[in-house]
């Protein structure tokens, strides 16, 4: 009978000549293996002209080279019934497959070839453009994203984390195949990629492969480094949003910093007293908030039907950013001064040591829950290793443990101040022309 | 392509095809109120989930009463004779666990998720939810805002819209599927607190219900915990209406429903298709695969998203469920793009049907469904979703085990016969929501 072990308690690590850092760990509770190829690049490297130029490259490596050519790797990998995809965020683009544990082969060899030898051709480029943009109005169909969006953009002045991740309309409109291909240059070398790979097999041996098979990529240049910093926000700012719809909505968001601060931890607390607790990308949301204070004030208050908090951790500081539906009839005004009350709560009062421990068995059980899977621990290998390193994945629940109410208090009074923060009103507008034939 | 030279010894698929669960590997057992418990170990884990489903929803319901199955489980979570909302949750959230009831049409579903010490206490709340709801008063109204706020933000999203005009049109006013399980403002606004109590006394009971626990914990010790919380309900339900067919489509209908403010357009496309008991329910399983699922969404993706770059997303899906649930379309288009994306999508319905599919084509779609067995089996929900599948549909314990053989017996005639039977270019349901402005001056 296996017994249970905990995750990452056995992590294999090496950096190869390149530059290339790769994790590497033993999971057998299924026949399966995940790999995930991690760049550091995101949000995070753009700047106006070229916003959403990460997001449309990792989408470009999807669209074949001379080796893999246009639908090959579709073809194998789900033939061997694997999965695989990719995604982009503000710090990372990352690539992952998960497959049956004998066909790892099939990854190394799609992914060793796509760090080189992307093809950016123009008339794929185009046909994507008409992709890329068609996912930009999904999204603005939606007045979460609309209001989020606008939020982010004033709470930020100077960091690139204040565009979205899919980019401007009008950038998207206007990139080149050049572009395209100046990013990936820049950004895909081994001495900017993490690799990590958790399944049922020796981890030692999978290093060895894919050193055999990654150490023959030269070294690229280094890239360049970010060198832009928000300015400390020295007032409250307010954005509106109006749009169509019946339902409105308050979004507020405080600076904080980024992973690796000794105050982030303080603040995850927080976020699980005041609004729940809830996980990170993978797991998230998989839990009721309705004992957290915000649901009691707001939705127990019956000034809204929903309330959530959220954070992430990322390189450079980052939001903490609640979010509110507001309840039919009632006022934003009102939804936002109670929850500024239950802010001011939190500089005025010590949370009880009941609330932290409740936080921290949820951090627990959160933790047990996203990293379940195979493909989670390889996830988290990956994603730990581009805002810190894996020293934090490892000690994350010790570190919470430390945390007191002092702490929070601190935290509170630091960070989720008025000057600190956003704060954003969707505007339902009526009367409605819907109309259907 | 070479193999890794370091792999271990043993084909994948033998390896993953001992390790699938069985009847040698899951306890089954029926209690005599007519409750069917599943168990499967997984010491793996440090969690222990639980699912399941009772036989009650939104076929249960009177016209004037659309949206009552859901509103009467969400309300069942918000309190209860033993525990009121904020002790229900202070329970559960305070060890960072987690329960849920979710209604559909035929089922109300249940799930419950924690570290595997606390599934007494998950089995307690469930029982105490499923057989002890109190319906505070003030809860009641609260729900009913959530719901109502729901159904306003439907009324402005495009896919939501699509999506519900695409049921109005694929079934008659009589059949279930017509209308939303979430209900419509008129309808919810008119339940009342008595309609609650007597849709939860008329038909939630233990009757051909299942529950199914995964995770670590011994299996008798899960079945007794099971038995224990649910061994001595003895309600029994009213006799409930059985599932209507569905008529096929003898007529193109179409839906355009415009929304303010909008920048991307929601299509759906589709007939009623075979209910998961139906013996075709398989092989249009492995038709849809090659149509709309495999890789990056098969022959659709292939040919409209990634040849023409003419969607965001399109895949197609085909229901099973208990009854005739819809074989359908979804794709996300710019709204200059929707009538050539709907002229695409019916070439490739063509083809399907005109044409054999070639056996590399349905080869790899039944390697996939195959292979990636595994992977849904990996986490303790994965395999709990499983049993219940088995459990509901009458497929047996070894299904999983059978599984393979089952998709590898489909032939490139089976696909070709199925696409004619279910599918239709020329008399289908199709649904657009998109923005204002696009559709002005068309149709």
């Known amino acids: ?437 | 392509m070479n193999r890794m030279r370091c792999s271990q010894p043993g084909d994948s698929k033998q390896a993953s095809r001992a390790s699938l669960p069985g009847s040698d590997d899951i306890l089954r057992k029926q209690l005599p109120n007519g409750l069917t418990i599943l168990v499967r170990e997984n010491f793996a884990s440090p969690a222990v989930v639980i699912s399941g489903y009772i036989n009650a929803g939104a076929l249960d319901e009177s016209p004037e009463r659309y949206g009552l199955a859901g509103f009467t489980g969400d309300v069942m979570q918000r309190g209860t004779r033993n525990r009121t909302f904020r002790q229900l949750y202070a329970d559960v959230e305070s060890i960072g666990a987690t329960f849920g009831l979710n209604t559909a049409t035929t089922t109300s579903s249940f799930a419950a998720k924690g570290l595997a010490d606390s599934l007494p206490l998950l089995l307690d709340v469930l029982a105490d939810i499923l057989r002890r709801p109190s319906f505070p008063e003030r809860q009641i109204e609260k729900v009913r805002a959530e719901i109502v706020t729901d159904l306003q933000e439907r009324r402005h999203d495009t896919r939501r819209m699509a999506s519900l005009r695409f049921y109005e049109l694929a079934y008659p006013k009589d059949h279930p599927y017509h209308w939303s399980q979430l209900g419509y403002e008129s309808t919810i606004h008119a339940i009342t607190r008595e309609d609650l109590i007597t849709f939860h006394q008329d038909n939630f009971g233990p009757e051909d219900a299942v529950i199914v626990v995964v995770g670590g914990i011994q299996m008798s010790e899960a079945a007794a915990m099971v038995e224990e919380a649910f061994g001595d309900w003895e309600t029994s339900r009213v006799p409930r209406a059985s599932m209507p067919p569905a008529p096929p489509l003898t007529e193109r209908r179409t839906s355009r429903e415009t929304l303010e403010d909008k920048t991307q357009s929601n299509l759906v496309v589709g007939w009623p298709g075979p209910s998961r008991r139906h013996p075709d329910f398989i092989p249009c399983y492995v038709a849809n695969t090659i149509f709309g699922t495999f890789g990056m969404y098969g022959r659709l993706g292939t040919n409209i998203r990634e040849r023409h770059g003419l969607a965001y997303y399109i895949y197609s899906r085909v229901d099973g469920g208990p009854g005739p649930g819809p074989w359908r379309i979804l794709a996300g288009v710019n709204p200059a793009n929707v009538d050539q994306g709907l002229s695409l999508i019916r070439d490739e319905i063509r083809r399907l049907q005109d044409t054999p599919v070639s056996d590399e084509e349905l080869a790899d779609s039944q390697s996939y469904l195959t292979g990636s067995l595994p992977l849904h089996l990996e986490t303790n929900e994965g395999v709990a979703r499983s049993l219940v599948n088995i459990e509901r549909h009458g497929l047996g314990l070894d299904y999983l085990r059978t599984y393979q053989p089952m998709i590898r017996a489909i032939t490139t005639e089976d696909v070709q016969r199925v696409a004619q039977q279910w599918l239709d270019a020329d008399h289908d349901a199709v649904s657009i929501a998109e923005p204002e402005a696009v559709s002005e001056g068309k149709s």
């Open chain 1, 1 to 437: 009978m296996n017994k249970p072990h905990p995750p990452f308690a056995d992590v294999r690590y090496v950096a190869l000549d390149n530059g290339l850092k790769v994790f590497a760990q033993r999971s057998a509770t299924a026949p399966v293996v995940s790999l995930w190829v991690w760049y550091r690049v995101g949000t995070r490297n753009e700047h106006p002209g070229i916003t959403g130029v990460s997001h449309w490259v990792e989408h470009m490596l999807f669209k074949g080279t001379d080796r893999w050519p246009s639908g090959r790797a579709d073809q194998v990998i789900s033939r061997e019934g694997g999965v695989y995809n990719g995604m982009t965020w503000q710090d990372f683009t990352t690539y992952y497959e998960t497959l049956p544990v004998d066909r790892l082969e099939l990854a190394l060899d799609l992914e060793s070839d796509r760090m080189q030898n992307a093809a950016f051709r123009e008339e794929e480029v185009n046909s994507e453009r008409t992709v890329i943009i068609s996912e930009r109005q999904g999204h603005e169909n939606s007045p979460h994203f609309l209001l989020s969006e606008e939020v982010i953009a004033a709470a930020y002045r100077v960091h690139p984390y204040g565009h979205e991740t899919i980019g401007h309309l009008c950038d998207l409109r206007a990139m080149t195949a050049d572009d395209l291909q100046r990013h990936y240059a820049m950004y895909y070398t081994p001495n900017n990629a993490v690799i990590a790979v958790a399944g049922a097999l020796d981890p030692d041996v999978i290093i060895e492969r894919i050193a055999d098979i990654f150490e023959a990529i030269p070294k690229g240049r280094p890239v360049p480094p970010v060198h832009l910093v928000e300015p400390p926000q020295r007032g409250e700012r307010r954005v509106q949003i109006n749009g169509a719809g019946q339902t409105n909505y308050v979004q507020i968001a405080y600076h904080i910093p980024q992973a690796v601060h000794e105050d982030f931890h303080a603040l995850t607390v927080l976020n699980a007293i005041l609004s729940g607790g809830s996980g990170f990308i993978v797991g998230r949301g998989r839990i009721t908030n309705y004992t957290s204070r915000l649901y009691g004030a707001l939705v127990e208050g019956e000034l809204a039907v929903s309330v959530h908090g959220s954070l992430a951790p990322t390189v450079d500081p980052g939001l903490y950013t609640i979010i509110a539906t507001v309840w039919p009839g009632r006022a934003h005004a009102d939804v936002e001064a109670r929850l500024s009350e239950e802010i001011d709560r939190l500089h005025q009062e010590k949370v009880t040591q009941e609330e932290i421990e409740q936080a921290k068995r949820q951090a627990k059980a959160l933790f047990a829950f996203s990293s379940e899977s195979i493909s989670h621990q390889a996830f988290w290998l990956g994603f730990s290793s581009i805002f810190a390193d894996t020293d934090w994945l490892t000690s994350y629940l010790t570190s919470l443990e430390r945390i007191t109410v002092e702490d929070v208090q601190r935290v509170a009074q630091t960070y989720l101040i008025p000057d600190n923060r956003t704060v954003g009103w969707y505007l339902a507008q009526t009367p409605q022309r819907q109309t259907t034939r």
